[in-house]
């Protein structure tokens, strides 16, 4: 990207592999699509990294967005530098920017999201079975509700000096996504009303308590397959 991004619309991508201390064999993926201005992220687990379902995730992710999605940037991983993708994009006007190879600050705001909203909250268990990725994907919904509604972030906006004469970042003051997409003034009506809607329903202890749930369940089913493995703190 030759200049900073200024208005919501542009989203980083990523894919985290649930594949616990061995990529062999076929395992679960979760494709995360961020708005590196908003912040607004969004997570959705799929099978593998075959196109078929790389492309399903891509079309969810374009339909859920808060804003029409303006632009595309990802790393060179397979699952993205294909002519499936590709092709979707451009069919789609949705123009594509590539990372550098093994320059991992070109995607920075995503890659920050797969260790605190992933990872964190999803492990490093391999998983595998249809049952898991629903369970994701229910956890995933929560995780979305908590991390976009209701947990203000800050965002380096500039560069300053201490008295020792160090660089130091200069941070705006912390809002939520959603609160930065209606400052933004780019949702329309419709949506705005409706993220409305859900952020008055939302109950953190229910979120919180259900996350908790989930993650057991994800826990007992794959702690047979990787033995050894502890969730991340």
Not at 73 to 100: C, H, L, Q, Y
Request: glycine share 6%; hydrophobic share 40%.
């Amino acid at each position: 990207m030759d200049a900073p991004l200024t208005v919501p619309g542009f989203l980083e991508l990523d894919t985290v592999a649930h594949c616990g201390h061995s990529l062999k064999g076929e395992f679960l993926r979760t494709l995360t699509g961020t708005d590196p201005v908003a912040g607004w992220t969004m997570l959705r687990t799929i099978r593998n990294n075959a196109y078929v379902h790389v492309h399903g995730a891509l079309e969810w992710m374009v339909k859920n967005a808060p804003v029409p999605v303006a632009g595309l940037d990802f790393d060179n991983g397979s699952e993205f530098m294909n002519w499936g993708v590709i092709a979707w994009a451009d069919k789609k006007e949705i123009p594509v920017t590539r990372g550098r190879p093994y320059k991992h600050n070109d995607n920075a705001h995503v890659e920050q999201r797969n260790g605190d909203w992933v990872r964190k909250h999803a492990f490093r268990y391999r998983y595998e079975t249809e049952a898991e990725m629903t369970l994701l994907n229910e956890l995933w919904d929560f995780v979305m509700a908590r991390k976009n509604h209701l947990l203000p972030c800050v965002k380096a906006i500039d560069w300053t000096h201490t008295a020792a004469g160090r660089k130091k970042r200069v941070y705006d003051k912390p809002r939520t996504p959603y609160q930065r997409l209606l400052d933004a003034g780019v949702l329309d009506e419709k949506t705005r009303a409706r993220l409305e809607r859900e952020h008055a329903k939302l109950n953190p202890a229910r979120i919180t308590r259900r996350i908790n749930q989930i993650q057991q369940q994800l826990i007992e089913l794959a702690a047979a397959r990787t033995q050894g493995t502890r969730p991340a703190a």
